[in-house]
T-cell receptor, first 115, second 115 residues
């Protein structure tokens, strides 16, 4: 069964460092998303991406964040200068626009720890 | 504002019994989608069930059913014949419109199934 894959599964970084989280969405999907979940808290929307551009972003997604689809398969989230409060689980998700249910397929998440 | 409310931070159920997890939502949209996801301790987000706002029948997927009461804006998840493996965090979520740009999550309910 096709799945969304994310790397790394866990990354530890120093405050102020750049981090890139990688995602490979399901191959025929057209909509891509990043969500984050701070430990013990709710899942928060960061950004959605369609047709090679951001379609919507939340107030969390400030200038320190960027997304890119550098080739036909990868979808990346970059945090330019990490802060302690960026520590969270980051989920990538994708959707096939023809899916009537609109189901989002989530990856297993990348846990980011900022020290 | 669009919002999902899950009022039960934690629930306990005996194995083989049924349990209902509550979810209410707030939206002014006429067209929206409602989802339930399961998050086990390993962290991944597993899709359980979907209900469209125009669907007249309550959605069912195996042991999961969604008790959709549109006038009350509630979308409760019913798990029949609980199993030990059902112990997890459960999130209710909503796409506020057919644009599918942003899935909004509730705070979650932690379910513990006791033998």
């Amino acid at each position: 069964e096709p799945e969304v894959t994310q790397t790394p599964s866990h990354q530890v970084t120093q405050m102020g460092q750049e981090v890139i989280l990688r995602c490979v969405p399901i191959s025929n999907h057209l909509y891509f998303y990043w969500y984050r979940q701070i430990l013990g808290q709710k899942v928060e929307f960061l950004v959605s991406f369609y047709n090679n551009e951001i379609s919507e972003k939340s107030e969390i997604f400030d200038d320190q964040f960027s997304v890119e689809r550098p080739d036909g398969s990868n979808f990346t989230l970059k945090i330019r200068s990490t802060k302690l409060e960026d520590s969270a689980m980051y989920f990538c998700a994708s959707r096939d626009r023809t899916t009537s249910t609109g189901e989002l397929f989530f990856g297993e998440g990348s846990r980011l720890t900022v020290l | 504002a669009q919002k999902i409310t899950q009022t039960q931070p934690g629930m306990f159920v005996q194995e083989k019994e049924a349990v209902t997890l509550d979810c209410t939502y707030d939206t002014s949209d006429q067209s929206y989608g409602l989802f339930w996801y399961k998050q086990p301790s390993s962290g991944e987000m597993i899709f359980l069930i979907y209900q469209g706002s125009y669907d007249e029948q309550n959605a069912t997927e195996g042991r999961y059913s969604l008790n959709f009461q549109k006038a009350r804006k509630s979308a409760n998840l019913v798990i029949s014949a609980s199993q030990l493996g059902d112990s997890a965090m459960y999130f209710c979520a909503m796409f506020p419109s057919r644009g599918y740009n942003k899935l909004i999550f509730g705070a979650g309910t932690r379910l513990a199934v006791h033998p």
